[in-house]
């Protein structure tokens, strides 16, 4: 089984910058796309940003021009590059991915735990 380990949340100003990574673990496995989404209180889950094994990005509309997800192939690890936050970015951000489990033979579709980030004015 595939896993993913979220780790950068915290406690930050408004303006300040946060840097969030996910690190999928595991045996005989591929991994597509990886992302990130985040579920304010009170609210649904919503994309954050998303990137392809080709490394094609999507965004909020909402961060834009603010935030930066990149990945390392290699590593199986996908990062969230957070800057100029505001107080409505607060949530919690979880990790996204989906590829190929080479033992089982199947696709899969997995979730990290999630990680908080609380963005303060």
């Known amino acids: 089984q595939v896993q993913l380990v979220e780790s950068g949340g915290g406690l930050v100003q408004a303006g300040g910058s946060l840097r969030l990574s996910c690190a999928a673990s595991?045996?005989?496995?591929?991994?597509?796309?990886m992302g990130w989404y985040r579920q304010a209180p009170g609210k649904e889950r919503e994309l954050v940003a998303r990137?392809?094994?080709?490394?094609?990005?999507n965004y909020a509309e909402s961060v834009k021009g603010r935030f930066t997800i990149s990945r390392d192939n290699a590593k199986n690890t996908v990062y969230l590059q957070m800057n100029s936050l505001k107080p409505e970015d607060t949530g919690v951000y979880h990790c996204?991915?989906?590829?190929?489990?080479?033992?089982?033979?199947?696709?899969?579709?997995?979730w990290g735990q999630g990680t908080q980030v609380t963005v303060s004015s």
């Open positions: 996204n991915a989906d590829g190929f489990d080479y033992r089982t033979g199947r696709t899969f579709d997995y």
């Open positions: 990137i392809s094994a080709s490394g094609s990005t």
């Open positions: 595991g045996t005989f496995f591929s991994i597509n796309a």
